[in-house]
C-alpha cells in the first residue's frame, strides 16, 4: 500500500534495525560504542604507561621528590619513553596467515614459523583410506595447485578432484580434500587434507608431490607444536594428544580424554594462581612498607600458604594409583610348589595358559597373562614354587621368581588352604613382606586344614581371599583385593583429577618443595622478600606442566615422544 512522504517518511517511521552482535565475525557486526567511550580509549591507548596514579600512594612519592629535588615527571616521562622504544621493537606476529607466526615467546625473543609442513597422518602399510596432513600459510595454495583448480578451495568444503604429481602432470589418484582456515583449526594455521587410498605407495607419492609443491617434511609432533604455540593447546594438552593415541584400555583412554579437556590444566592453574596471590601479599607488603596498607599477617599468609601446599600434595599423591591406571601393572603370584598357582593364573586369564600336573615344580620359568581388573590392564605372572632345591633348573626358576618379584606392583602369595603351613610357607611369607600383596587362600574346595586365621598369624594385618581356583568361587573377591592394593586404597574414579607424567610429578615435587620451604622462611621470621622468591618458584615449577613457564629443551622432550603427522 501507498503511503505518503517518500523513502525518508518511510525510514522515520521504521528505524533501522542491525542485527544483534553474535561475536562470529571478528570485523563485522561489532558492537558499536558511543563517541565518548571511542575517545576515552583512544586517549588511554596513547596514554600507555604515561597515565599517572592518583592514589595517595602516588601523591606522597611526588611529594618526597619534590623535596629531594628530584623531578618526579622526568622520571615518569623517562619510563614512558622506554615503554615506547620497547613497544617499536617488539616483533609483530604475521596475523594475516592467521597463525603461521608462532606467537610465543621463549628465552626473551619471539619464535616466527612461516613454512608450511606436511605428514601422513594415517599408519602406514595397507588400508582403505590414507590422510596427507599439511599446515601452514600456503597449505590451502599448495593443494590447489596440484589439483589444478583456477579458483581457491573454500573452507570447510568437500572437493572431489584428481591429484597431479605436479601441476601440469600425471594423476597419482582421485582424492577428498577439504581445507581449514586459521585459527579454526587443528593447529591454529591454514590447515588441508588430502584423503587418498590407502597403501604406502600412493600416499607416499601424494606426499612427495606436496614437498614437491613447497612444503616441508613435517617432524615428529610438529603439528601438535604448532598447535600450542598457537595457543590451541596448553603443554598439558599436548601431551594428552600423545598419551590418548598410546591408550591400550579403556581407562587409559578416558584419562588421557580428561587432560586432552583441560581438566588437569584447570587444577593446576587454579594452584598456580593461589601461589600467585600469596606472592602478591608478600610482594605489596614490601613495596609499600610506608604507605597506607593494612599491616600483612604472617598467620594469614601461613595459613594461605598451609593450603596451597596440602593442595598440591594431594595432587602429588595421586601419581601412583593414576599412573597404575594408564599404564597398568604386574602382578606374580608366589607361593611353595604344588599350592595351586597356575590353576589360578588360567582362572584369572579365562584361558589354559600355563600346563597343571599334581607333580611339584612342574612351572619351571615364568609364564605371564594379560588381565583388566576393575578397567586396569594388570600382567599377571605364574612362577616357579619358592623352596630349597639341589635340581639346577628348578633352582634357576627360583631366582627368576625372585627376580620377577622385584619388578611387581603387587605379590599374590598363594597358600594350599588343604594342607598346613610349612617352613616354605614362612619363606615365601618373608619374601612379600615389605611390598604390596594379597594373601590367597586356595583350595577352598577341599577340606579346610590351615584357616585364615593361622595366615593372618603368619602375615600380619593383610587382605586375604579364600577361593578354589578349580571352581573358580572368589575370583570376584581377588580382584577387587588386587585393584584396591594397586590403587594405593584409592577409588580408582575415572572423574579424579591426577598425573601419570614422570614430568608433570616432578614439577609438583618441585612446587611443593618451595612451598614447603616458604613456610619454614616465614616462621624463621626471615624477610618477606625470601618467602616470596619461594613463592615464585612454586608458582613457576607448577607453570612448567601447563607451558606458561617453560624451555626449548622442555618442549623437545614433550614432542619428541610423538609419531609423524600428529
Request: glycine share 8%.
Amino acid at each position: 500500500m501507498y503511503q505518503p512522504g517518500g523513502r525518508r517518511a518511510r525510514a522515520a517511521r521504521e528505524p533501522h534495525r542491525r542485527p544483534a552482535y553474535d561475536g562470529t565475525h571478528p570485523l563485522r557486526d561489532r558492537p558499536r560504542r558511543s563517541r565518548r567511550r571511542r575517545c576515552v580509549a583512544a586517549r588511554a591507548s596513547r596514554r600507555g604507561a604515561c597515565a599517572p596514579a592518583s592514589t595517595a600512594g602516588h601523591d606522597r612519592r611526588c611529594q618526597r621528590a619534590r623535596a629531594a629535588g628530584v623531578d618526579e615527571g622526568a622520571g615518569r616521562r623517562a619510563r614512558c619513553a622506554r615503554a615506547a622504544d620497547e613497544r617499536r621493537r617488539a616483533p609483530q606476529a604475521d596475523h594475516r596467515s592467521g597463525g603461521a607466526a608462532e606467537r610465543r615467546r621463549h628465552g626473551g625473543r619471539l619464535i616466527v614459523t612461516r613454512d608450511t609442513i606436511a605428514a601422513i597422518a594415517t599408519p602406514l602399510g595397507q588400508g582403505g583410506i590414507a590422510i596427507v596432513r599439511v599446515s601452514g600459510p600456503e597449505a590451502c595454495a599448495i593443494v590447489a595447485r596440484l589439483l589444478e583448480r583456477d579458483r581457491p578451495l573454500r573452507p570447510r568444503h568437500v572437493y572431489v578432484s584428481k591429484l597431479r604429481d605436479h601441476p601440469g602432470g600425471s594423476a597419482i589418484d582421485e582424492v577428498l580434500v577439504f581445507t581449514m582456515r586459521a585459527p579454526h583449526s587443528y593447529t591454529g594455521e591454514d590447515t588441508a587434507e588430502i584423503q587418498c587410498h590407502g597403501g604406502s605407495v600412493v600416499s607416499g607419492r601424494v606426499l612427495q608431490a606436496v614437498i614437491e609443491a613447497g612444503a616441508r617434511p613435517a617432524a615428529p609432533g610438529e603439528f601438535t607444536r604448532r598447535a600450542f604455540a598457537n595457543g590451541r593447546l596448553d603443554l598439558a594438552q599436548a601431551g594428552a594428544v600423545a598419551d590418548l593415541i598410546a591408550a591400550r584400555s579403556d581407562a587409559a583412554q578416558r584419562l588421557a580424554w580428561s587432560q586432552l579437556e583441560g581438566h588437569l590444566s584447570t587444577r593446576v592453574e587454579t594452584l598456580r594462581e593461589s601461589v600467585v596471590a600469596a606472592r602478591a601479599l608478600c610482594e605489596a607488603a614490601i613495596d609499600f612498607a610506608d604507605e597506607d596498607l593494612p599491616e600483612l599477617e604472617n598467620t594469614r599468609l601461613a595459613q594461605e600458604i598451609a593450603r596451597v601446599r596440602d593442595a598440591v600434595a594431594a595432587l602429588a599423591a595421586t601419581f601412583a594409583r593414576t599412573r597404575v591406571r594408564y599404564e597398568g601393572a604386574r602382578a606374580v603370584l608366589v607361593g611353595r610348589p604344588n599350592v595351586g598357582k597356575s590353576s589360578m593364573l588360567n582362572a584369572l586369564a579365562g584361558r589354559e595358559r600355563a600346563i597343571v600336573t599334581p607333580v611339584a615344580g612342574t612351572t619351571r620359568d615364568v609364564l605371564e597373562a594379560a588381565i583388566t581388573v576393575c578397567g586396569v590392564p594388570v600382567i599377571v605372572a605364574d612362577t616357579a614354587g619358592l623352596c630349597e632345591t639341589d635340581d639346577l633348573v628348578e633352582r634357576a626358576g627360583v631366582e627368576r621368581t625372585r627376580a620377577a618379584l622385584a619388578d611387581a606392583g603387587c605379590a599374590l602369595a598363594v597358600f594350599d588352604g588343604s594342607a598346613a603351613l610349612d617352613a616354605a610357607d614362612r619363606a615365601v611369607a618373608a619374601a612379600v613382606r615389605g611390598r604390596p600383596f594379597v594373601a590367597i587362600v586356595n583350595k577352598r574346595d577341599l577340606p579346610a586344614v590351615t584357616a585364615t586365621e593361622d595366615v593372618v598369624a603368619l602375615l600380619g594385618d593383610a587382605p586375604i581371599v579364600e577361593l578354589s581356583a578349580l571352581r573358580g568361587d572368589g575370583l570376584g573377591a581377588l580382584e577387587a583385593a588386587i585393584a584396591r592394593v594397586l590403587l594405593a586404597g584409592g577409588e580408582g574414579d575415572d572423574a579424579e583429577v591426577g598425573i601419570f607424567r614422570e614430568r608433570h610429578r616432578d614439577a609438583v615435587r618441585r612446587a611443593a618443595e618451595n612451598l614447603a620451604r616458604a613456610a619454614q622462611t616465614l616462621d624463621a621470621g626471615a624477610p618477606l622478600e625470601l618467602v616470596a622468591s619461594d613463592l615464585a618458584a612454586a608458582a613457576d615449577a607448577l607453570g612448567t606442566i601447563t607451558g606458561v613457564v617453560t624451555s626449548e629443551d622442555v618442549l623437545d622432550r614433550v614432542f619428541a615422544e610423538f609419531c609423524i603427522g600428529k
